[in-house]
């Protein structure tokens, strides 16, 4: 064959773990014991596997990788993989495949098939390198807190081997073929594939540096504020990367189910334009559940119980039916094939060319994919991260793991009539908890959890060989659940290094807390990204930037670009007043007065629809009050469920005797429908058809709450963000440590702790105003500490027009506004 023939089959890829996961498995889903908890526990991991590979000798080789390529008329297969070790005993070479898990090894009376199927795909490769008629299979399971270790081993020939790998390939053969075709479609489809848009001013450029992060295999910060249009333009240059065989897979990840719309409608504009490829929406599995509780398992579950036997079938038959896949095809097709439509979902996603989805799936070390990220094979991915300042707080909770001392107690109380071992275990955890909470005032920081890492190890083994057990009790769910978290503190423990601080408290309900709390994401976040080929981190308040960069990637290299806002200043009014605090130390009725009265002076300009947003609950409350108070507002409260007023739970307020304002504030803990009504009164119908013939509407909201951004309110749906105060986050035990923490790193701890988090809320608020180039409005800040030096260094680019502002001139400043526009 000549390279030319080559070069034009198409390439194919697949790690050894997916192929054989894939093929080989079968049965049902079962939460309670045997497949998914064994399954679970397994770790890939670090600790266990440099142990026994470092035991081993010298003529032990460890982390082997391995690749073999599979010729076929249309394409070429390439299947690739790490063996865990390799060693010659008597002449002849073995292929060792390791397990961590919590379960009693002994317990094991043969290798788990799937398992040895991956060593025997090395084998395979191993001996048709190296020219070898026989190779050993050896299995290697060992016990994650004993330490014991258990072999599997037989031999094989390599014809044997041979006809084994090539009934495999045969079986995988109409996947692969699938899959050529619509890559061969993709690429042809992408080479005509124009910007379905009139670039707009710096848009083309914006584009362009994106193709060329991706090109140079780089990661990319961007300051995108709203109206550039981001969304398209980092998902066209990737698509167009993946043209040009740069990558292969695109990954848009996101925060909010809107922003994953925005992207949603994006890919399938470009398909109209011409574009062929499969998209996923990933959706949450609560969301996409058929049954009224999730209990993933084949008797409460019917979509559980041979799901793996039909699963493959439902996922090839879907492919065919949709490139767009989203909810509602995802639930017909599960009700079809009566499989978990949660499940199918996940496995429709390896076979697709876009796959959006929540930032977790690709980073929190208990939900990512691991059908992409498991192994340690650098993935054709492009990451395109959206709303990443969002990334921070998020990654901080990925990476961090808690654990309750009254969980152990409720736990035994359940366990102590099925098991003494294990009680007396919960017991000695308790009693070692029980130490350091004695030795706990506000709150301690803890260099190592000595020994009872090791107590919490001998628990979770213990559990895991119980829950192993058929059968059901009373509190079962709750001792699973108590499994899980025991299980992710453990694997969290793993990842424990200069970036984390493990520390205990005494949390407001009276628990005693331990903690392992992540401060700083970046190596986490790295070793993530480096799956991939490139990534691009975007958001419209990504600001300072240099923050985001120290915290969200390890690398020095990173480029950084700020693209330029496309909306007319002189169609939006920002002031900041001078005269007015929302220091703890100024928190006053006088003071909220003073606020109120800034409320009223701006809205009374212009009828329209207006938020104003809060750093807290109780000071929305209190300055709605005297709001409603001083402007002769009617302002009613419910009773909360023990019959006090709650001021959290605020009713909807309504008209005003003279002015024709209502007010409506937010509530806690609001449910979707509640969101949705109240996001609903900001609609031009709502004044139309009010009684009370509404004609300004103010909304009490939450500063980097669920009304604080991902909301997009255009045209005169809103005309005026009011922002009360920096936004700096509560005083706490968590951000004191991070204060010192970085304190002691930078000399920056005020500011990652407090102040960089603060002004990002603040400018997401601001944002909700702008959203499109014919919008207009006003943003009003309230705090002199605004004018601040600290604060004048954060803001972007094109707030270099903004104003200074007093209660007495506020009103004649937005009237002059509203009255040249």
């Known amino acids: 064959m000549s390279e030319q023939e080559k070069t034009e089959k198409t390439q194919l890829h697949i790690s050894v773990r997916n192929l054989v996961e894939f093929i080989f498995r079968e049965g049902d889903i079962d939460n309670r014991s045997g497949r998914a908890m064994s399954a679970d526990a397994m770790l890939e991991g670090t600790r266990i596997h440099k142990k026994i590979q470092g035991s081993m000798g010298k003529n032990y080789m460890a982390e082997v990788p391995l690749k073999h390529v599979v010729e076929a008329p249309l394409y070429e297969l390439t299947v690739e993989g790490r063996a865990d070790g390799i060693f010659t005993e008597d002449g002849l070479s073995w292929i060792d495949e390791i397990k961590g898990m919590y379960r009693k090894v002994e317990l094991f009376e043969e290798a788990i098939y799937v398992h040895k199927a991956q060593a025997m795909c090395y084998a395979y490769i191993f001996a048709l390198q190296n020219n070898l008629d026989r190779m050993g299979v050896q299995m290697t399971y060992c016990n994650l807190e004993t330490e014991e270790t258990k ?35 993709r690429q042809a489809s992408i080479k005509t594939l124009e910007f379905p848009y009139e670039y707009r001013t710096g848009q083309k450029k914006l584009v362009s540096d994106v193709y060329r992060t991706i090109m140079r295999q780089k990661i990319l910060f961007l300051q995108a504020p709203t109206g550039v249009g981001k969304t398209i333009s980092t998902i ?56 009224e509780e999730m209990e993933c398992n084949p008797i409460n579950c019917p979509y559980a119980k041979g799901h793996f036997d039909r699963v493959n079938d439902a996922v090839f038959d879907l492919l065919h039916k949709s490139d767009m896949i989203e909810r509602e095809n995802i639930i017909r097709q599960a009700e079809e094939f009566k499989v978990c439509p949660f499940e199918m979902c996940l496995d429709t996603a390896t076979w697709c060319d876009n796959i959006i989805c929540d930032y977790n799936y690709v980073f929190d070390p208990n939900v990512y994919l691991k059908r992409f990220f498991q192994e340690g094979i650098k993935g054709d991915y492009i990451f395109l991260i959206d709303e990443a300042h969002n990334m921070v707080e998020r990654s901080r909770q990925m990476y961090s793991a808690e654990i309750y001392k009254e969980d152990f107690l409720t736990v035994k109380r359940i366990i102590k009539a099925h098991s ?21 005032e506000t709150y301690t920081i803890h260099e190592s959890l000595g020994n009872m890492a090791f107590s919490f190890m001998r628990l979770m083994s213990l559990l895991d060989e119980f829950l192993q057990k058929p059968g059901d009790f009373p509190g079962k769910n709750d001792v699973t659940d108590f499994y899980f978290t025991l299980r992710n503190f453990l694997n969290i423990y793993d990842l424990v290094d200069e970036h984390y601080v493990m520390y205990s408290e005494i949390v407001e309900d009276g628990r005693f ?14 070793s993530r990204l480096d799956k991939g080929r490139s990534a691009v981190f975007f958001s419209a308040t990504f600001l300072p930037i240099n923050y985001y960069k120290s915290l969200l990637s390890t690398k020095k290299d990173n480029y950084a670009i700020y693209a330029d806002s496309t909306f007319d200043s002189r169609k939006r009014l920002l002031a900041m007043a001078t005269d007015v605090s929302t220091k703890y130390t100024r928190r006053s009725r006088s003071e909220y007065e003073r606020i109120a009265k800034y409320i009223y002076s701006t809205i009374s300009c212009r009828d329209g629809n207006y ?66 009504e109240f996001l609903s009164a900001f609609e031009n119908e709502y004044k139309e058809n009010d009684s009370a013939n509404v004609k300004t509407l103010v909304a009490f909201c939450i500063m980097g709450g669920i009304f604080g951004e991902g909301i997009d309110l255009k045209n005169d749906s809103l005309i005026g963000a009011i922002v009360v105060g920096t936004g700096l986050p509560q005083i706490s035990n968590e951000r004191t440590i991070l204060k010192d923490y970085y304190d002691d790193m930078n000399g920056s701890g005020f500011d990652y702790a407090f102040r960089y988090p603060g002004i990002n809320k603040v400018l997401q608020a601001a944002g909700r105003v702008i959203r499109t180039t014919e919008d207009y409005g006003i943003i009003l800040l309230l705090d002199e500490r605004f004018w601040q030096r600290d604060y004048d260094m954060l803001y972007p680019r094109e707030w270099s027009d903004r104003r200074s502002c007093n209660i007495d001139n506020v009103q004649q400043l937005v009237a002059d506004f509203w009255e040249n526009i």
């Open 420 to 440: 003494r071992t294990i009680e007396k275990s919960l017991d000695k955890c308790n009693k070692l908890l029980l130490e350091l909470k004695r030795e706990c």
């Open 236 to 291: 066209f240059p990737a698509v167009k990367a993946v043209g040009e065989n740069l990558a292969d897979r695109i990954f848009y990840l996101t925060a909010k189910t809107i922003t994953g719309t925005v992207a949603k409608e994006t890919f399938s504009l470009l398909t109209k334009q011409g574009y062929v490829a499969k998209t996923i929406q990933i959706t949450a599995k609560e969301k996409l559940c058929l049954c």
């Open 513 to 526: 807390m331990l903690k392992l709390f992540c401060v700083d994401p970046s190596v986490n976040i790295q």
């Open 611 to 676: 938020m104003v947003f809060f750093p807290s609950y109780k000071m929305m409350n209190d300055v709605a009050e005297i709001f409603c108070d001083m402007y002769e507002i009617n302002f009613p409260v419910r009773e909360s469920r023990n019959g006090d007023t709650d001021s959290a739970e605020l009713a909807d307020a309504i008209d005003c005797k003279e002015n024709n304002i209502s007010i409506i504030v937010q509530k806690n803990n609001m449910t979707e429908a509640e969101r949705e």
């Open 151 to 185: 072999n599997f081993r037989e031999e094989y020939t390599f014809e044997e081997l041979s006809e084994w790998f090539d009934d495999l390939m045969t079986e995988y053969g109409k996947w692969a073929s699938f899959q050529c075709e619509l890559k061969n479609k």
